[in-house]
């Protein structure tokens, strides 16, 4: 299975739902991402968790709140988000980087959670 | 700020053309990747090239890296109206642990 999964495909919140993305992978894969995507932009890196911890949270606002359960979930929480959140949120897993050997970057993406803040 | 960036940003060829893009990067690497989005959807992963590697191929791409220019250019050989589709080159930075997407192409293929 080299599939990761996300749901919802689309989300509509008003800026006050509280609301929650989902990513799934059966890789094995120890290493789970979270990016931001607008239109016509490259993904932009929000949190990686490597061993279920969290490991880079790039300046993201709190009303993101990451969630890692177990080593083939991860969640995105949703909060008193802004117009300007809306986006294509995408989750992709990894092999973490073997320390001192080859890396092993490549990243398997999920098709994305399309999410729209009224 | 943004570790790759691509030229051009868009392209419109005719199908059975190839098409080629430019990566640039700013610091040293450990690898360099190539990904595949189709409109809205999730990346996919179509090559990896490692810093001590000058080329690469797989079926009709064709990978370059030249760490002294810290660029990198992606040739897609007798293109077809499935390869349309944004493409991106994302960089592992030497010792860093995030990968870093750039701006992107844009590659139309006219049947």
């Known amino acids: 299975d080299t599939e990761v999964t996300q749901t919802p495909k689309h989300l509509v919140m008003g800026m006050t739902n509280k609301k929650s993305l989902k990513c799934e992978q059966h890789m094995g894969h120890r290493a789970m991402y979270w990016y931001k995507q607008k239109a016509k932009k490259p993904p932009e890196l929000m949190f990686v968790?490597?061993?279920?911890?969290?490991?880079i949270n790039e300046s993201v606002p709190s009303r993101f709140s990451p969630e890692c359960p177990n080593s083939s979930l991860l969640n995105l929480h949703l909060h008193a988000l802004q117009p300007e959140d809306s986006a294509l949120y995408l989750c992709a897993s990894s092999q973490p980087r073997l320390a001192g050997g080859r890396s092993t970057d490549t990243q398997y993406f999920g098709p994305g959670t399309r999410l729209t803040v009224l | 700020s943004q570790q790759g960036e691509e030229d051009p940003q868009a392209l419109s060829i005719q199908e059975g053309e190839n098409a080629t893009m430019n990566c640039s990067y700013k610091t040293s690497i450990n690898n360099l990747q190539w990904y595949r989005q189709n409109s809205g959807r999730g990346l996919v992963h179509l090559i990896l090239?490692?810093?001590?590697?000058r080329e690469k191929h797989s079926g009709r791409l064709r990978v370059t890296l030249d760490t002294s220019k810290k660029s990198s250019s992606l040739l897609i050989t007798a293109s077809r109206a499935a390869d349309t589709a944004s493409y991106f080159c994302?960089?592992?930075?030497?010792?860093?642990?995030?990968?870093?997407f750039g701006a992107g192409t844009r590659l139309f293929v006219k049947a």
């Open positions: 090239i490692r810093s001590n590697e």
């Open positions: 968790y490597s061993y279920e911890k969290l490991s």
């Open positions: 994302a960089t592992a930075p030497t010792g860093g642990f995030k990968t870093i």
